[in-house]
């Protein structure tokens, strides 16, 4: 069984007053609910868990009962919102976790993830971004964390913008922060996850870390669709998002 984290605790300062940043809405809809029905209509599980922390009554009234919630009553970063879902989906085989400020996520996606991380067997597979380039409106992805590869193809790292080199940042391969975990792999897991960061919080993405440096299978799933990666964190990203459609 295969269960599906939403992501959709944050405030989103960055985009004023007011809503929570997930019931910004996309083409007549709400990203929350693009998001949620993406995921329904994949079929990958029947009952998502969406994790809440601002505006949790508002976003309940959109969403509706086609989910599960959990709060986050501290937002502690992206790790400790996971962490947050355990008693919700502790029984399941895969954990699939997304963000619900991704309006453009598209159920096929979710189906060869799935497919790809079982087909493996990794303990985590992760969606990869493959540009062109970084010009015109895909400059919104300069600001995504690299993918490395050795020789072979592997993966081997993913170097955030800021601890990039200049040789990195031409690297055209991104992550857009869609992940599938094995379940007792990331339970584990989790708690080894520090906050000794800039931010001082939890972040999913040190699990990659984690597991390459524990010599665990880690796989990629590689897109060309660069619409489907967008995130929205600014009104400058909403107005990208509301162009796209």
Known sequence: MTQVVILAAGKGKRMGAGLPKVLREVGGKTMIER??????ESGVTKRPVVVIGYGTEIIKKYVGTKCSYVLQAEQLGT????????????????????????????????????????KKQAVLTLATLRLPDFNEW????????????NESGEIIAI??????TPEQLQ???VNPSFFCFESEWLWDNLAKINCDNAQGEFYLTDLVKLAISENCKVETLVTDNPTEAVGVNTPEQLSLAKSLI
Do not use: Q, W
């Open 138 to 149: 895909r400059e919104v992805f300069y600001d995504f964390g690299r993918i490395m590869r």
């Open 79 to 118: 790790a400790h919102a996971v962490s947050c879902t355990k008693d919700f989906v502790h029984d399941a085989d895969n954990v699939v976790v997304v963000n619900g400020d991704t309006p453009f996520l598209r159920p096929e996606t979710l189906i060869k993830l799935v497919a790809a991380h079982e």
């Open 159 to 164: 170097v955030e913008k800021k601890d990039a």
């Open 35 to 40: 998001v949620v029905d993406s995921v329904l």
């Open 171 to 173: 690297i055209s391969e």
